[in-house]
């Protein structure tokens, strides 16, 4: 036999399942930055320049004094705009480019689609 709500008793279930829903999320969430909070070894994924086919078609170096077509003698991943900085290691800096993704980029680096960020290169 088949059982049928009201709609003061259906009302009653969604709201009884989105407190189980919202709670058992929420504390996944909350587990999950902990565990990030917690990690204490980082590792950094750099982009391989031989190995990548965007940064070989773009020419990237991981340090732009080894470039053989930068213009600008300034130019590097940190002044750029397409650069975002996420942290240093080792004394050197990387971060994301918008660019190169499956990577970090080092800092000192440079490419072809560098495009000075007028907040940061004078």
């Known amino acids: 036999m088949r059982t049928y709500f009201n709609r003061r008793q259906f009302i009653g279930r ?33 982009i391989d320049p031989k190995k990548n086919p965007t940064a070989i078609s773009l020419k990237y170096v991981e340090l732009a004094s080894q ?26 800096e990387y971060g994301r480019c918008n660019m190169l993704t499956g990577g970090v980029v080092k800092g000192p680096g440079w490419c072809t689609s560098w495009v000075k960020n007028p907040k940061v290169f004078k």
């Open 14 to 46: 969604v709201i009884q399942a989105c407190l189980v829903l919202g709670t058992s999320v929420g504390s996944l969430g909350s587990l999950a930055v902990e565990a990030a909070k917690n990690k204490k070894s980082k590792v950094v994924r750099y």
């Open 67 to 92: 470039s053989t077509v930068r213009t600008i003698q300034q130019a590097n991943c940190t002044n750029c705009i397409q650069y975002k900085k996420l942290g240093e290691e080792g004394g050197v």
